[in-house]
């Protein structure tokens, strides 16, 4: 051995040496690259199949919910660089799988590498949203109905699809569920699990497909030292849509547009346009729904009236024309109200005023 040499602190080995006087053999005696507990635990919900992870609950799929529990618990030298970690999944059964977890890195410019293998193991675990169905827990109500009528099956159903878009596109929360739903006289009702989704989603039909809205909150309880309330909201979505014919003052109009006091209107007999609340419109009775209007050939036509097959009687029938006739056109849109056809003025340009 030379006199000043540098040698290794542990064996005595001269040569190549690490920042802490070690050789390579006895640094990596040790050194451990990683450490990784031979089980881990997870958990699902037996009812929704989210799985618990960070203390949230949410949908993964297995594979990535097995490599988020290993990455929380695996234990890296924090002088590692380059690291690399690769996983192969075992599935043993419904709750275990098997995993071997290869960790490659460079400490101290010395390349490492293990080889671990665990078990992960998933536990039921009812989520607290599951938990408060369970309780039949709920905190509102949302009524939608019709101002005027029943609410339509259609109605019913593109009401009931923006809750779904909508529920997507906030964050999620543990009481944004529905507890119950389904048809009651007049309308549909929703039972969900939280207020403030009741409200969001509420504020979302008004955008949507104007209406007006009402809030009742009733006591239920007390529970620490406050009260335990319930919200009902009441969703009355307008009785129309674009197109309806209605009439007011005794004169026929067209809804026209939604706008956020109410509708404008456009007047069957002549050029003119007007505004109505929401007030007045749940005054008012649709005379001929658009959905059952219909677009006609001209058979006939002089200056002022047309004639056309009813193909409800496969009668030919006069009808006058609409005032914005142009004197050509070969078909028109009539509807059927009190007991006779009245051809329409086209109302091109009606849109939802969001
Ligand atoms: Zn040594
Ligand atoms: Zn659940």
Not at 21 to 29: A, D, G, S, V
Not at 244 to 269: M, N
């Amino acid at each position: 051995m030379a006199l000043g040499g540098a040698f290794c602190v542990l064996c005595g080995a001269e040569g190549e040496l690490t920042t802490e006087r070690l050789c390579i053999p006895c640094f990596k005696q040790r050194t451990t690259l990683s450490k990784l507990p031979e089980t881990v635990q997870g958990y699902r919900c037996p009812k929704c199949m989210m799985y618990l992870h960070a203390k949230r609950w949410g949908h993964h799929t297995d594979e990535e919910y097995q490599e988020g529990l290993i990455e929380e618990v695996l234990e890296v030298d924090g002088r590692t660089n380059a690291l690399g970690i690769a996983m192969l999944h075992q599935p043993i059964d419904d709750r275990n799988t098997r995993i071997s977890v290869q960790v490659s890195g460079f400490i101290e410019e010395i390349e490492f590498e293990t080889i671990h293998s665990t078990m992960v193991r998933i536990s039921n675990a009812v989520c607290p949203t599951c938990t408060r169905k369970a309780g039949n827990y709920f905190e509102a109500t949302v009524q939608l109905r019709s101002s005027g009528r029943r609410l339509g099956e259609d109605e019913v159903k593109a009401v009931r699809t923006t809750f779904d878009n909508y529920i997507d596109s906030i964050d999620p929360d543990p009481l944004f569920f529905i507890n119950n739903e389904g048809d009651v006289p007049g309308g549909y009702d929703m039972v969900l699990g939280s207020k403030a989704l009741a409200r969001g989603w509420t504020k979302h039909l008004l955008r949507k497909f104007g209406g007006t809205s009402k809030e009742t909150n009733s006591i239920v309880g007390r529970k620490d030292g406050e009260d335990l309330t319930r919200l009902t909201i009441s969703y009355r979505k307008p009785a129309f849509d674009i197109g309806d014919v209605i009439r007011r003052k005794d004169r026929y109009w067209l809804i026209y547009s939604w706008q956020k006091e109410g509708a404008v209107i456009t007047a069957v007999d002549r050029q003119e346009r007007t505004g109505l609340t929401w007030r007045d419109l749940e005054k008012t009775t649709v005379v001929s729904r658009y959905v059952e209007q219909i677009d006609v050939e001209l058979l006939n036509r002089d200056s002022s009236a047309a004639e056309f097959m009813d193909t409800n009687d496969w009668k030919v029938k006069t009808v006058s024309l609409p005032y914005d006739d142009d004197g050509i056109q070969s078909s028109i849109r009539i509807g059927f109200i009190g007991d006779e056809w009245v051809a329409l003025p086209a109302i091109t340009g009606g849109a939802n005023d969001e």
